[in-house]
């Protein structure tokens, strides 16, 4: 799945893929993967993604249009 809110959300911040890739701990190459969809994104990665942005991991799916992050 290719998860376009990735790269917008990544872009509108200027942000580098490498930015990224080192919160996660992991290598630019593999975070570009994910932004492509050419490798699904574990869930824990997804959390600490949505985590960054301050968004939920439903918005980072595309499941909502709300980019608000949850209520807790």
């Known amino acids: 799945m290719k998860l376009e809110r990735l790269r917008a959300m990544r872009e509108d911040r200027d942000l580098k893929q490498q930015k990224l890739a080192q919160y996660l701990h992991i ?13 699904n994104i574990p869930f824990e990665a997804l959390w600490k ?24």
């Open 49 to 72: 993604i949505a985590d960054f942005y301050n968004t939920s991991v439903d918005y980072l799916l595309g499941r909502t249009d709300n980019p608000a992050p949850p209520q807790q």
């Open 27 to 39: 290598s630019q190459a593999t975070y570009s993967e994910y932004e492509s969809g050419k490798i």
